[in-house]
């Protein structure tokens, strides 16, 4: 080997030598780097940050984290069924007062309003009231059984009725004597 080959190689061995001391130091140094989340984890990358940041004030080891960060993955899983229950729980209650509101023939009345809400609506609407829950809410119900109402009527809000007698050209012009 000549004089050159020798030199590049001691070089480079040299620069990985300190290539791993720089990282091992790096390690050392920050001693939450091994410290990750779980896959389908409730905490994101951010909040992993500020828990690592608030163990390093308080000079936390790196188990204490983990185990911070477990009990606080199960406080937010708990928050999430919670929300979750509350939320069934509140749909259902909706139902039950729009059966209510309703009576015996609830489901006639609501089929009323589905199809006004169609129709104005369309079907964007629609995937909107049934993704948020909404088209249970006795109110949005009322609402388009009152829309169903006047267009099957064809009577416009506040109005008078349209009668089913036929008047004759006098009683139009006159009035009934």
Request: hydrophobic content about 35%; proline content about 5%.
């Amino acid at each position: 080997m000549s004089e050159e080959m020798k030199n590049d190689l001691q070089v480079n061995a040299a620069s990985k030598e300190e290539q791993e001391t720089s990282s091992q130091m790096q390690a050392s140094s920050d001693p939450y780097a091994a410290i990750s989340l779980p896959e389908n984890s409730l905490l994101n990358q951010p909040q992993l940050a500020a828990f690592k940041q608030a163990a390093a004030a308080l000079k936390l080891p790196a188990q204490v984290l983990e185990k911070w960060l477990s009990h606080e993955e199960e406080r937010l899983q708990s928050w999430q069924q919670e929300q979750a229950l509350q939320r069934q729980e509140q749909l259902a209650g909706w139902a039950a007062q729009t059966q209510e509101e309703f009576g015996p023939h609830w489901q006639e009345e609501v089929s009323k309003a589905v199809r006004a809400a169609d129709a104005f609506g369309g079907p964007q609407l629609r995937q909107l009231l049934e993704e948020t829950g909404l088209g249970n809410h006795p109110v949005i119900v009322r609402t388009f059984h009152a829309v169903a109402q006047c267009i099957s009527e064809d009577v416009t809000p506040g109005g008078v009725p349209h009668t089913t007698t036929d008047k004759t050209f006098t009683q139009a012009l006159y009035g009934k004597n």
